[in-house]
């Protein structure tokens, strides 16, 4: 399955932004989806996850002003981002969580981009 992002744009500090991704394939049967993001010079990280189930995982930097959802039915997967920071620079993808919450191999999409700035 491919995602594809979207959202992604300039923003000053404090401000939100509501990235989507849209699949290429059903995602009903993926148990766990996930954002990460990658800032510039640095390695791709989880920041927000969500099962089928309705159970979440966030990073602790975000876990107050993100928010990840999904809908099966239309295969997105959404994060809604206030309060931005600085540091929430990055490029953002949208991919599959391994059962421990780990970076998936495999392909990744382009990402969108986020920068938070004044």
């Known amino acids: 399955v491919q995602f594809v992002e979207s959202g992604g744009g300039l923003v000053q500090p404090g401000g939100s932004l509501k990235l989507s991704c849209v699949a290429t394939?059903?995602?009903?049967?993926?148990?766990?989806v996930a954002w990460y993001r990658q800032p510039p010079g640095k390695e791709r990280a989880l920041v927000a996850g969500?099962?089928?189930?309705?159970?979440?995982r966030y990073d602790d930097s975000v876990k107050t002003r993100f928010k990840i959802s999904r809908d099966n039915d239309k295969n997105t997967v959404t994060l809604e981002m206030t309060g931005l920071e600085p540091d929430d620079t990055g490029v953002y993808f949208c991919?599959?969580?391994?059962?421990?919450?780990?970076?998936?191999?495999?392909?990744w999409g382009q990402g969108t981009r986020v920068n938070v700035s004044s």
């Open positions: 969500l099962t089928n189930g309705g159970t979440t």
């Open positions: 394939e059903r995602i009903s049967s993926i148990h766990a």
């Open positions: 991919n599959y969580a391994t059962p421990t919450w780990g970076i998936p191999r495999g392909d």
